[in-house]
């Protein structure tokens, strides 16, 4: 099996994908932040010290999403046509679940950019929330779905 972000002289390099048809592509990603109550709470009464921790997170998660390429070093950079992103509640856990959704028309997927989005906005839920809740636990960061390109359709 050849990687095929190594050359011949095993030498790191971005794929080449010109030959590639444009088409369609779309990912979900999603993932969780699992927070004590008392954060739960803030986050929920709008409470918290640092602003309105969701909203903040949903706007990091867009920018993370668009900012894939210059934080993983072979992913192309990208002209994404469409970020969604949706926050669950999920008092039982505690915690809130981050999905995010990445769509354009091109040579390549978006699988990385929708991880990426969640990440960033996992993350700025804890750094929102750490002065309550250093114990957070982000969890369960995967694609959920895709579509478009040579590999065709993939649901977990």
């Known amino acids: 099996m050849n990687l095929t972000h190594l050359d011949e002289q095993n030498k790191p390099k971005m794929v080449d994908v010109s030959g590639k048809d444009s088409t369609l592509r779309i990912a979900t990603a999603s993932g969780i932040t699992e927070v004590g109550r008392e954060a739960y709470d803030s986050v929920v009464a709008n409470t918290a010290k640092k602003g309105p921790v969701l909203q903040t997170a949903v706007v990091a998660a867009i920018q993370g999403t668009k900012q894939t390429s210059t934080l993983?070093?072979?992913?192309?950079?990208?002209?994404?046509?469409?970020?969604?992103?949706?926050?669950?509640?999920l008092p039982d856990l505690p915690g809130f679940k981050l999905t995010v959704t990445a769509k354009l028309?091109?040579?390549?997927?978006?699988?990385?950019?929708?991880?990426?989005?969640?990440?960033?906005?996992?993350?700025?839920?804890?750094?929102?929330?750490?002065?309550?809740?250093?114990?957070?636990?982000?969890?369960?960061?995967?694609?959920?779905?895709?579509?478009?390109?040579?590999s065709g359709e993939f649901k977990r």
């Open 72 to 89: 993983i070093p072979m992913c192309h950079p990208l002209m994404l046509t469409s970020v969604k992103t949706d926050i669950e509640e």
């Open 105 to 150: 028309n091109g040579q390549t997927g978006v699988e990385m950019e929708a991880l990426t989005g969640v990440s960033v906005g996992l993350l700025t839920i804890y750094d929102m929330l750490k002065a309550i809740d250093k114990g957070m636990v982000i969890k369960n960061i995967q694609l959920e779905q895709k579509s478009g390109g040579k």
